[in-house]
Structure formats: C-alpha cells, structure tokens
C-alpha cells in the first residue's frame, strides 16, 4: 500500500502534516480524485482554534463510520485516477469539482432532493477524510465535471461561491432588488458575487474592517457602511426612501448582526441567515409578527455547483480576487491556520496544492 501526505486533525491546535495509507481502492459508486488545490475553509479553521466543532471524537459517524482523526479540507478540485464499481458519466482523467455533503439517499431529505439536510449529512474533509491530501475518495454523485479551459486554481473556490449562490436563491428572484450582506469575509464576499450575478440593483456591505471593505467594493458592493463609524440601520433606510432593503443576508453567525440582518429590511422582507451561530441569542419575535418579516435559513448548497461553474466558465464570476495566499501543503499550519488567525483580515481564502502536480496516479 502506497503512502501518501496528509494534514490531519488530531485535535484542538494540533493539525499535523503527515504521512498516511493512500485511500482504498474506491468502493462502487466512489471515485479517487488527485487534488490539483484545495481551500481552507473558515470551519477547518474553527476545528484547529476551538475543535472539535464537527468532527466526531466521541462516536463514529453514522454514515461514515470517522472517529477522532481526520483529513481537513473540502473545497476542492482535481482530476480522476480511479472508477468504483457502476460509476458512469466519468472517465480516468476528467477534471472534477466535488459538493461536500455526503448524504444518505435514503432519509426523507434525501428522498426530497434535500441533501444538504439529510438526517446523516457528513461533510466531507470534517466528517470524513478529505483533500488537504494527495488523493482523496469521494461519492460519484458529488462530483462535477469541469469545462475545458476552467482555471485550475478557480476549482477551489466553487464551494464557498455555491454556498453564497444558495443563500441567494434562498431570497428567490432578487432582480433590480437592494441587498444587504452583512459581513466581508469569505462568504459574504462570495454572497456579494452571486447577488451581483443573480441581478441585485444594489449590494450594500456591512464591514468594519479596512482590508475586507476594499474587498467587498472589488467584487460589486455598491456602498459599503462600517456600522462602527455610522448608525447602519438608518444609513440603510436613508438609501431606500426610508423603509429598508429588500432583502438581507447574515454571513458571520453573531448575535447582534443577526439582529442586525433584521433590522435593516423592509416590511415583508427576506433576512436570509448563512452565518455559523456558536451561542444563543435573546430575541423578540413580535418584531417578525408586526412586520411580517421572513427569516430563512441557508446550510451549504443543494445542486449550486452547476451555477457556479457556469458563471466561472463564462466570467460571470471572477474568483481572482478571492485569492490572497497559494501554498504547498508542508506549510498549511504556519503560511495556512497560523496566517488566518494572525492576519485574518488581510487574508480571504488561501489555496493549497498538495502535491506536485506532475506526480504520476497510482
């Protein structure tokens, strides 16, 4: 059996790059992927600072049977080495992107084409082993294949753009709308880019941070208000003849910008919440019933793949901004979690390459 690098979660701050069995042969209806890029993502970085958030370290998962250690990393793309049993609409060789929700089938979500709901729902690269890795074993049905001529690097990206392009269709059509994101980061930068892309009139940005609101106003924000330096709720309103936006989306999971979300709608608006909530929050609900305002949840994607993939190919989308750090994988904790924790302002996503790319499959 062939070893192979990986970076592997052993537990809170204690991510480590090491050598592990290439993955098994892949069973029927899996496939093995060489990883050309992989993204960190803000939840790999919450399993090394306050993990274990999703890996499961007390029982194995009931779907993939991971317990205690696990390869990170799930926003990927690579190419074909290996075909499991039954697998069609694949050759050896093809370019694939991979959704990461490994789903059942078989749940009532499942059944509904609600996979990223399903009652098992494992993600790859926390619930099972991922692409921080030269090679990694994925369901078939996950993967997409990439158009000829997809910038290698931009496979990387699709994940968190699918993420931002579901919570936007969440809000329905949004043409000629005034969106508010709350939150630069990662996603609400992507969530900015496919507002943009789906029609929005205007994007209004919520940031305080100077590195993060030059990001936002690179990838389409109309304006953008530090909620620090101005009442944000009324700067909204005043940019919509008094009565709010349209439509909101929550990218940072805190209590008072959830609040924040809500306020600045308009009656019988949309708050479209994306952001990863830690705590509780204390809430009145009657600010929903006078107002008839609709609060909506986002988790993962459900089919965006497609959508985004298309807006790459066709430059609807342009994920070059979003880049702020290319590493090889030996350097994932200090240039990778180290980075994003020290300097997670300066920094969007960083992309890693676990291997040489001219490296011959097994």
């Known amino acids: 059996m062939g070893m192979m690098k990986a970076a592997v979660w052993h537990g809170r701050g204690d991510i480590r790059v090491e050598e592990v069995?290439?993955?098994?042969?892949?069973?029927?209806?899996?496939?093995?992927?060489?990883?050309h890029w992989c993204g960190i993502c803000g939840s790999d970085l919450h399993e090394y600072v306050a993990g274990p958030v999703f890996i499961?370290?007390?029982?194995?998962?009931?779907?993939?049977?991971?317990?205690?250690?696990?390869?990170?990393?799930?926003?990927?793309?690579?190419?074909?080495?290996?075909?499991?049993?039954?697998?069609?609409?694949?050759?050896?060789?093809?370019?694939?992107a991979a959704d990461a929700c490994q789903h059942c089938g078989t749940c009532y979500y499942c059944?509904?084409?609600?996979?990223?709901?399903?009652?098992?729902?494992?993600?790859?690269?926390?619930?099972?082993?991922?692409?921080?890795?030269?090679?990694?074993?994925?369901?078939?049905?996950?993967?997409?294949?990439?158009?000829?001529?997809?910038?290698t690097e931009a496979?990387?990206?699709?994940?968190?753009?699918?993420?931002?392009?579901?919570?936007?269709?969440?809000?329905?059509?949004?043409?000629g709308e005034t969106v508010v994101v709350v939150g630069a980061g990662t996603i609400g930068l992507c969530t900015i880019m496919c507002a943009r892309a789906a029609g929005a009139g205007r994007v209004i940005v919520l940031e305080m941070s100077a590195a993060r609101k030059?990001?936002?106003?690179?990838?389409?924000?109309?304006?953008?208000?530090?909620?620090?330096?101005?009442?944000a709720v009324a700067e909204v309103k005043a940019l919509t003849g008094g009565y709010g936006a349209d439509v909101s989306f929550e990218c940072i999971g805190h209590h008072a910008t959830a609040k924040l979300a809500l306020d600045v709608i308009r009656k019988a608006g949309k708050a479209v919440l994306?952001?990863?909530?830690?705590?509780?929050?204390?809430?009145?609900?009657?600010e929903i019933v006078a107002t008839e305002k609709q609060v909506i949840g986002s988790l993962a994607y459900n089919?965006?793949?497609?959508?985004?993939?298309?807006?790459?190919?066709?430059?609807?989308?342009?994920?070059?901004?979003?880049?702020?750090?290319?590493?090889?994988?030996?350097?994932?904790?200090?240039?990778?979690?180290?980075?994003l924790v020290h300097n997670k302002d300066r920094n969007v996503k960083i992309i890693v390459q676990p291997a040489a790319l001219t490296a011959a499959a097994e």
């Open 303 to 339: 089919g965006e793949f497609a959508d985004v993939i298309r807006f790459i190919a066709d430059g609807r989308l342009d994920v070059q901004p979003l880049i702020t750090g290319r590493i090889a994988l030996d350097e994932i904790v200090t240039r990778g979690f180290e980075e």
């Open 56 to 96: 499961p370290v007390n029982e194995p998962h009931p779907l993939t049977g991971l317990k205690g250690q696990c390869i990170l990393g799930h926003e990927f793309s690579g190419e074909i080495v290996a075909l499991g049993e039954g697998v069609t609409g694949f050759a050896i060789g093809d370019t694939v």
């Open 21 to 35: 069995p290439l993955p098994a042969l892949p069973p029927a209806g899996w496939a093995r992927i060489r990883v």
């Open 111 to 151: 059944k509904k084409g609600l996979y990223n709901i399903c009652e098992k729902l494992a993600f790859t690269g926390l619930m099972n082993n991922g692409a921080f890795a030269s090679y990694v074993n994925v369901p078939a049905e996950l993967l997409y294949t990439l158009p000829p001529g997809f910038p």
């Open 155 to 175: 496979g990387a990206l699709i994940e968190p753009l699918a993420v931002g392009m579901h919570a936007v269709k969440k809000a329905g059509s949004i043409v």
């Open 214 to 231: 030059q990001k936002a106003m690179e990838v389409g924000a109309t304006v953008v208000l530090d909620p620090k330096e101005c009442d």
């Open 274 to 286: 994306v952001g990863i909530f830690e705590e509780p929050s204390s809430f009145n609900f009657f």
